[in-house]
């Protein structure tokens, strides 16, 4: 039996876990819950699973989130609340002594060197959920690389000449996943793949000369990995969450079976293409970023993440998005974060920044 703490149980990642572990009862025991504002949801994923404890996590300070996560006695926690606000959640499960099935690409993102060197100090592990670090996540336990391949499958505009009078609703029809508005906002502009960038450097330790991105439609192939002698190994399922989530929560403690269907190759076509770096300035600058390191990854999370915002509410174009990141990382980020108080300093730094470049739009 595995015990597991969900924080988000009611967003895309949570919904998956809760489906899955109805579905085919793989041994594992939940203990609690989160959402961020679904309460109604959370009431009843309560009652259905033992009136387990639940926390509405909107209005809540971090006192009481932190008592909350500690309260709770789980073997492992599935952080898949969205944005910036994981990574004190992460922290969190990690000081209460529950290794992270991380679907919060943020912490990494953010806590960057300091939150691995935390977790190892206290004995935790911190398990990949994004189905292209899960992964490289196993396939590395079979060879030695000398390279990442993370695939992108190209979000909704990958075959338009240009990104201009891109509409909100147009960048929301992801053609292959079906996700939150914010991370398809980040697929549309190949954000989303800018923070695995540099999030695939800190899980794995690769630098950015050793660490590609190729559109991949079909989204078949999660990743790849390259050798030492030249090999390519794939890690290749259908474009489904579950696998990578439940391997995650799982960790080897738990034996699964068909948690996807079988991979048919009869048909079955993969296709791969250099992204292009200047109509998807987001990913470019992410490479950037993972170069420049000190506390840049927290410039560009803070600055998306505000940028997005004002996107979805009509204040700025599509365009706009990189603009204003590339606006905040202009200033100096050179010092790197160490500490929890750090990393919110720089952060809160980045989104003024954010929302002074977007007054200037």
Not at 94 to 107: I, Q, R, T
Not at 237 to 263: F, G, Y
Request: glycine share 6%; proline share 3%.
């Amino acid at each position: 039996m595995r015990s597991l703490l969900i924080l988000g149980a009611t967003g895309s990642i949570g919904t998956t876990c809760l489906n899955e572990i109805r579905r085919s009862n793989p041994g594992i025991e939940i203990k609690a819950i989160s959402c961020f504002s679904n309460e109604e949801k959370a009431k009843e994923i309560s009652s259905e699973f033992g009136d387990i404890p639940y926390i509405c996590l909107s209005g809540k300070t971090k006192e009481e989130i932190s008592s909350f996560i500690h309260s709770i006695d789980a073997d492992i926690a599935l952080n898949a609340i969205a944005g910036s606000d994981g990574l004190f959640a992460t922290l969190e499960c990690l000081k209460s002594g529950k290794d992270v099935a991380l679907a919060n690409k943020e912490s990494v993102v953010m806590g960057g060197a300091f939150l691995f060197d935390m977790a190892k100090s206290l004995g935790r592990r911190i398990i990949p959920v994004d189905s292209e670090h899960s992964a490289i996540y196993h396939l590395l336990e079979g060879h030695e690389a000398s390279s990442l391949v993370i695939t992108a499958s190209g979000g909704p505009f990958i075959d338009r000449k240009d990104t201009k009078d891109v509409k909100l609703e147009d960048a929301l029809k992801h053609p292959t996943w079906k996700m939150g508005r914010k991370i398809t906002i980040d697929s549309a502009t190949l954000a989303n793949k800018g923070l695995e960038v540099i999030e695939a450097h800190y899980l794995f330790g690769f630098e950015k000369e050793n660490i590609e991105v190729t559109v991949h439609r079909q989204s078949v192939i999660h990743s790849m990995i390259r050798t030492k002698e030249g090999g390519v190994y794939a890690q290749m399922s259908p474009p489904d969450m579950t696998l990578p989530i439940m391997a995650a929560i799982s960790d080897k403690h738990l034996e699964l079976l068909n948690v996807v269907r079988p991979l048919s190759f009869d048909n079955l076509t993969l296709t791969f293409e250099k992204p292009d770096f200047e109509k998807f300035k987001m990913l470019k600058l992410a490479f950037d970023v993972l170069e420049k390191k000190g506390s840049y990854p927290i410039a560009y999370n803070a600055a998306n993440e505000v940028a997005v915002e004002a996107f979805i509410n009509g204040e700025i174009s599509f365009d706009d998005i990189s603009r204003v990141t590339d606006y905040v990382l202009s200033f100096d980020y050179s010092i790197p974060s160490i500490n929890f108080e750090m990393v919110c300093d720089n952060d809160t730094h980045a989104r003024m920044l954010a929302k002074e470049a977007i007054c200037k739009l």
